[in-house]
T-cell receptor, first 117, second 113 residues
């Protein structure tokens, strides 16, 4: 079975500090895409960052970066210089069906992040 | 606004009612999805449509009936729902090129009374 596990239901961080959200996944496939999505109170699911499994280099998007450890099946998200607007639910997700546009996206349970002033 | 529009944003319905949720995208995507998001649970995939054809039904009860008349529109018809069906229903679409991120709507908050 393909699963995603986020072991931190809630986290908090002070504004301007750095926080890391954990994610592990399980698949027997060798090629897949990993994602972090952000869902603020507005409910909009927003793509934060994406990583292709065949790329060894960790993806970065401004203040967001990942630590992708393929052998360990780990995909953590680091948020630097945290801002109040980063307060949201964060979901880790992946799909193994990279060439199938109808491919399923499998989600973890989510981590609720609070950024405190 | 991401390009995926869902209506209505909120819906309250009785267990004997019939209602429909609507999802619309004009991103040129060919795959569309319905997800159910309940409190304290991971998002659950319900249905997948690929080029208007249903390719996935994740053991969803028949009181949920999807419809995809074209690649830009997706509906979820609801009838005789149960209170445990109360949740946020999210629609998503994905480019035919695959591998790309999925684009989500803001969801419909459904309450069954």
């Amino acid at each position: 079975a393909q699963t995603v596990t986020q072991s931190q239901p809630e986290m908090s961080v002070q504004e301007a500090e750095t926080v890391t959200l954990s994610c592990t996944y399980d698949t027997s496939e060798n090629n897949y895409y990993l994602f972090w999505y952000k869902q603020p109170p507005s409910r909009q699911m927003i793509l934060v960052i994406r990583q292709e499994a065949y790329k060894q280099q960790n993806a970065t998007e401004n203040r967001f970066s990942v630590n992708f450890q393929k052998a360990a099946k780990s995909f953590s998200l680091k948020i630097s210089d945290s801002q109040l607007g980063d307060t949201a639910m964060y979901f880790c997700a992946f799909t193994t069906q990279i060439y199938n546009q109808g491919g399923k996206l499998i989600f973890g349970q989510g981590t609720e992040l609070s950024v405190k002033p | 606004e991401t390009g995926v529009t869902q209506t209505p944003r909120h819906l309250v319905m009785g267990m004997t009612n019939k209602k429909s949720l609507k999802c619309e995208q004009h991103l040129g995507h060919n795959a569309m999805y319905w997800y159910k998001q309940s409190a304290k649970k991971p998002l659950e995939l319900m249905f997948v449509y690929n080029f208007k054809e249903q390719t996935e039904n994740n053991s969803v009860p028949s009181r949920f009936s999807p419809e995809c008349p074209n690649s830009s529109h997706l509906f979820l018809h609801l009838h005789t729902l149960q209170p445990e069906d109360s949740a946020l229903y999210l629609c998503a679409s994905r480019s035919y090129r695959g591998g790309g991120g999925y684009t989500f709507g803001s969801g419909t908050r459904l309450t069954v009374v």
